[in-house]
């Protein structure tokens, strides 16, 4: 790959064709570890799917390599809601680990985002510098300044700490959760002195293992001392006048709560916002994915519309609901020109699954190259023919190709019973690859079987990657994070008492009234049952419980209205 390698190493933009998806991750790592400046780079994938895709091959193809994910925030434009805990944890920890890098630049690494992350401002990088607290068994901590850290970079006080953010205090044990960790942390104190720090499992609270240290982040993108709550409310009075009694927003920033949904009111926390290229290196090389510019323009769009929808609220809905007062989008997001701009002054590589004749390259590009990838093998016609062996057809590709042949599974379950299938039909000496050094110590004609979430395979220059849906047809896809979340939820449940706030993903805040059996269709059903504004009541059957999480804020929380606009 040394066209790769090369052609990445001056400014302006590069067409990377013939890049099906999974080889541009093995690309990427390549041209990060290969050595030639610069070293690291930033990544714009389409979506979140993308994301999360790429996290894994990179993994594969290079398990040494720091890979950095910077999700965006799973709430729409300018809404009531406040991002997920476990999204900001994700940020807040990528954007601590750029700010506190002390050798950034001198060590290969890769940071992973998205399109919507990308046009996000952020915070500034003074926010997160120096900002961490280190804690070891024999520290001191003092309780009353411990607690101001954690509330003040976000945190909030729960019962029972399950998910990042929270934390708890129980006479001489602190739990905590908070970003970077797997799991929580309890600190057994004797006196103000630490004496234990030990991982727990969330959902049974036992302990799992101990730990030698604690390092503790923010959990937030911004703070609620005291001049950040000036700032806010200079800032909010300075763009919507003075306000009125009915403002809970500025009322609970006032008076230093927390605000759910006050995120999509960040840059008037901050004296000035940044992006997120301005916490990498300034000779980082920046990469797209195929089609990101059209999903740049598609969330623009979306984000206008918001904007304007909440504006057309604001004067239409004043004495119904209580008033939604958003930010103009360019304190919030980049636009086009901005974007443009960050791609001046540095390698730039557009990634397409085409083969692109020089002839036809954008004009704004400098260059083009072939990375040598095409798509891989699919067997849709021996699945749908009769007379066709489907196996038969799998083992010919494997011994007629010169190259090492990867297998692909979505798990390491699938894997095992791919491995039995192709067993049963007379294809043998499989060999598990784990990484990419696996598959580079395998002979031409010999075939192994990797855990890769790969939909479809590709053809690179070293390997034919051949996917389980190429072989088997497309997989029936198990909800296996809904199912995890309506698990969570349900044993949350047996410690939520009646009057407890929960959400809905459509309908919004929500007070549980417990669970209880319903008549429907002329049979009994389990419900939770919840209650909104003005007394309307919602009933869900415990079928769909995955639609329902904690309600995630400090203090009491405001019930929306059953079908109002405000959720």
Not at 151 to 161: D, F, L, M, P
Request: charged share 25%.
């Amino acid at each position: 790959m040394n066209n790769i390698d090369n052609i990445l190493d001056k400014s302006g933009r590069v067409l990377i064709s013939g890049c099906p998806e999974g080889f541009d991750s093995q690309i990427l790592a390549h041209r990060a570890l290969s050595g030639i400046e610069p070293i690291s780079i930033l990544h714009i994938a389409r979506d979140e799917t993308r994301l999360v895709t790429l996290a894994e091959e990179l993994a594969f193809f290079a398990p040494g390599l720091e890979v950095l994910r910077f999700p965006a925030w799973d709430s729409v434009p300018y809404d009531r809601v406040s991002p997920h805990g476990e999204v900001v944890a994700r940020r807040v920890e990528t954007l601590s680990k750029l700010a506190g890098k002390k050798d950034i630049g001198a060590t290969p690494f890769i940071v992973i985002t998205t399109v919507s992350a990308f046009l996000q401002r952020v915070p500034p990088k003074s926010l997160f510098a120096g900002a961490a607290i280190d804690i070891s068994p024999g520290g001191k901590v003092n309780l009353d300044e411990f607690t101001a850290f954690l509330v003040t970079n976000g945190y909030h006080r729960a019962e029972t700490v399950r998910e990042p953010g929270e934390y708890a205090l129980r006479g001489g044990l602190i739990d905590i959760f908070p970003p970077g960790t797997l799991e929580p942390l309890r600190l057994d104190l004797f006196g103000d002195e630490v004496e234990d720090i030990r991982a727990f499992d969330p959902m049974t609270q036992l302990t799992t293992g101990k730990r030698e240290s604690l390092t503790l982040i923010p959990v937030s993108e911004m703070t609620l001392d005291a001049t950040s709550i000036t700032r806010f409310r200079t800032g909010y009075r300075e763009l919507f006048g003075v306000a009125g009694s009915h403002d809970p927003l500025y009322e609970a920033i006032s008076a230093g709560r927390r605000f759910d949904g006050m995120e999509h009111w960040l840059p008037l926390f901050h004296a000035e916002m940044a992006c997120l290229s301005d916490y990498m290196p300034k000779n980082h090389a920046l990469t797209f994915d195929h089609q990101a510019v059209e999903a740049r323009t598609a969330r623009l769009e979306m984000i206008d519309d918001y904007y304007e929808a909440r504006k057309a609220m604001t004067t239409t809905r004043q004495a119904m609901e209580l008033t939604y007062k958003p930010l103009p989008p360019k304190d919030l997001f980049l636009d086009a020109k901005e974007w443009e701009a960050l791609t001046l002054g540095r390698p730039v590589g557009v990634f397409s699954p085409f083969k692109t004749p020089q002839d036809t390259m954008p004009e704004d590009y400098r260059d083009s190259v072939d990375a040598g990838g095409r798509g891989g093998r699919d067997f849709s016609q021996e699945r749908t023919r009769p007379e066709a062996n489907l196996f038969d057809a799998v083992s010919d590709v494997i011994k007629g190709e010169k190259r090492p042949v990867v297998i692909t599974a979505f798990s390491a379950g699938a894997r095992e019973r791919l491995t039995g299938l192709l067993n049963d039909h007379g294809i043998e000496k499989l060999v598990h690859v784990e990484n990419w050094g696996d598959v580079q110590s395998m002979a031409p004609s010999s075939a192994g079987l990797a855990v890769l979430p790969l939909d479809t395979g590709f053809r690179s220059p070293q390997a034919l990657f051949i996917s389980e849906q190429d072989i088997l047809g497309q997989r029936l896809a198990r909800a296996t994070t809904r199912r995890r979340k309506a698990e969570d939820f349900i044993s949350e449940a047996s410690s939520l008492t009646e009057g407890d706030l929960v959400v809905h993903v459509e309908h919004g805040v929500g007070r549980f009234d417990g669970l209880m059996t319903i008549d429907a269709g002329g049979a009994p059903h389990d419900c939770v049952q919840l209650t909104y504004e003005g007394g309307d009541k919602l009933f869900v059957p415990v079928e769909n419980i995955e639609i329902l999480s904690r309600y995630g804020s400090e203090g009491a929380g405001r019930l929306d209205k059953l079908g109002g606009a405000s959720w």
